[in-house]
């Protein structure tokens, strides 16, 4: 929860400090989101240069089946039908190279990229918890001034104590729903969590068999 | 160089003779420039001159065997320029292949460092043996790419042999002009001779300085004659050695094509990372004993094409394949079977 005697002081005296959950488990899963992405982001990427590697060697081995079919043509005799052979295999494995380019970029890559946008959604829910947070700090330190400011209207018996008593009102179910909010995005962000551990655990699972597989 | 600039005065100024004993070497590289200004003016007459030269290369089964080296070289080029991206291409999936292993050790690391749910646990397990079997898939394609190298090396060395291919058919060449130069020199002095003989015969009791000069042409009639007799010679010589190189070319050629081709297949079969012990450690609780079964069959079916081939090769060239070879898997592109 918000430090809310050193808030209000901070505020008073004009200083602003950042406002941010302290709770250390909390700290600690937002570290392991930001770390987890980067190190996706980085097997994603290789994993796309794999499929790329594998088009390429696909298309070397096609030329390469060409340029050894054309050198058996100028041969002849039994060398000539060998490297006839040779070049017929090479095109097929070419062939068969480009479809496991397209296994991997289907079966591996894109599911990695899956489980990178499933970190990124989790880190745009952290940033949603923050500015929820923020603003449900920010609400109950206007609260406590409004109720400061009431108290004082009311020793004094100002005639705006009325209007002074609905803004604290308002301000006190604003603060309230803040605080809802706020609490609903942590639950929602807890079972985010859930899911995307068992799920991706699964899923990756998976690709990495299919990968190996071919 | 030296040696030529002092003979070209003497040269101009008297009759040049080729003699016997230069000829049975190149003009070309030499130091007899009027040697090389004479086979240059052959050699023009024989492009641009209207008449054909005293002898021409005639050989027909050189002449077929020319084409055919030229069209193997042509080919050669070819099949070496693509034999050097395919080097590259596995070089390079090699290096993908251990950047993936390394990026997926370093997640595996990084999840154990920050466990806190088993599913964490279950991820990295699976993600150490891929980490594991793609690094070690590197390191068999870095060793499968060393031995096609060496292999397809085959293909450079032929490249280059053809450089002294071309020195052969040119020193064939330079020898032909040689004798076509001596020739037509030697006809020009005969019909000099001629004149001269009839000129003296018209003066009744001789002309003193015409039949010096006549017996001056005589004795170089003769030095060429000899020249020519030895360049002929040469010539055949050369010939001859063209004839029985060429034969030996395309026999060790043969015999090293398929020796590469034999190293190339059996080097891409053995060398595939199926091949080595490692399983899959990767446990997916949704695939049962049938999704293990089609994986084994689809592995059966991927060896169809290697095992096809080498029947065929094996049918073709029955002296090139001596043993037989077990064969799992043609090319190392799943990293490993259940």
Redesign the interface.
């Known amino acids: 929860m918000c430090n809310l005697n050193s808030k209000v002081s901070d505020v008073v005296l004009g200083k602003e400090k950042p406002v941010e959950e302290s709770d250390p488990d909390y700290e600690k899963l937002k570290h392991y989101i930001f770390e987890l992405e980067n190190h996706l982001a980085e097997a994603q990427k290789h994993a796309y240069r794999l499929v790329k590697r594998h088009r390429e060697k696909g298309q070397s081995l096609s030329d390469f089946g060409k340029a050894v079919k054309l050198l058996g043509a100028s041969e002849g005799n039994s060398l000539g039908k060998a490297f006839s052979e040779l070049g017929i295999k090479s095109e097929i494995l070419s062939a068969k190279l480009q479809n496991e380019a397209h296994q991997i970029l289907m079966n591996f890559e894109e599911p990695l990229k899956d489980y990178v946008r499933a970190v990124q959604s989790i880190k745009a829910t952290i940033a949603e918890r923050a500015n929820a947070f923020r603003k449900q700090c920010q609400l109950a330190e206007t609260v406590k001034l409004k109720e400061i400011e009431l108290e004082r209207q009311r020793l004094h018996r100002s005639e705006k104590l009325a209007e002074a008593e609905r803004e604290y009102n308002e301000l006190k179910a604003e603060s309230e729903q803040a605080t809802k909010t706020f609490e609903s995005i942590v639950r929602l962000m807890n079972e985010e969590i859930r899911r995307f551990q068992e799920q991706k655990t699964l899923d990756m699972g998976i690709a990495f068999h299919e990968f190996a597989k071919g | 160089m030296l040696d030529g600039a002092a003979k070209l005065p003497k040269q101009l100024m008297g009759e040049s003779v080729i003699g016997p004993q230069e000829v049975v070497q190149p003009a070309k590289g030499g130091r007899d420039f009027m040697r090389l200004f004479k086979e240059l003016r052959q050699s023009v007459a024989n492009d641009w001159g209207g008449s054909k030269p005293p002898v021409v290369e005639e050989d027909k089964e050189f002449l077929e065997k020319k084409e ?1 080296i030229q ?2 070289e042509q ?2 080029t ?2 070496s ?3 050097e ?2 080097v ?3 070089q ?2 090699g290096e ?2 251990g ?2 292993g390394l ?2 050790i ?2 595996t690391k ?1 999840e154990n460092e ?1 466990v ?2 088993n ?2 646990r ?2 990295a397990t ?2 150490k ?2 980490a594991t ?1 793609a690094v070690k898939a590197s390191r068999f394609y870095r060793e499968l790419n060393a031995q096609t190298v060496k292999h397809l090396d085959t293909l450079h060395e032929y490249l280059g042999l053809m450089l002294a291919v071309h020195g052969a058919f040119s020193d064939r060449s330079s020898a032909l002009l040689t004798v076509q130069t001596l020739l037509s020199e030697l006809s020009t002095l005969q019909s000099r001779a001629e004149k001269l003989e009839a000129a003296s015969s018209r003066v009744f009791g001789g002309d003193k300085s015409r039949m010096r000069k006549l017996e001056e042409l005589q004795d170089t009639i003769k030095v060429t004659e000899d020249a020519k007799n030895v360049a002929i010679r040469e010539y055949e010589r050369i010939k001859e050695n063209n004839k029985s190189e060429l034969e030996r070319l395309d026999r060790e050629r ?1 015999t090293d ?2 020796n590469m ?1 034999k190293g ?2 059996v080097n891409q079969v053995g060398n595939s990372p199926v091949n080595s012990s490692f399983h ?1 450690n ?6 049962c004993h049938r999704d293990v079964a089609s ?1 084994n069959v ?1 592995v059966k079916a ?1 060896n169809v ?1 290697a095992v ?2 080498l029947n ?2 094996l049918l ?2 029955p002296v ?1 394949f001596e043993d037989q070879i077990a064969i799992v898997e ?2 190392p ?6």
């Open positions: 055919r069209e193997l080919q050669i070819n099949a320029t693509q034999a991206s395919l590259k291409a596995q390079d999936m993908t292949m950047e993936l990026a997926f370093k997640l990084f920050e806190v749910m599913t964490q279950v991820r699976d993600m043996g891929l079997a043969r094509f398929l081709l190339y297949v899959s990767i446990e997916s609780p949704k695939l994986a689809h991927r094409v096809e081939f065929r090769a073709y060239s090139v043609f090319y592109v799943g990293i490993w079977r259940v």
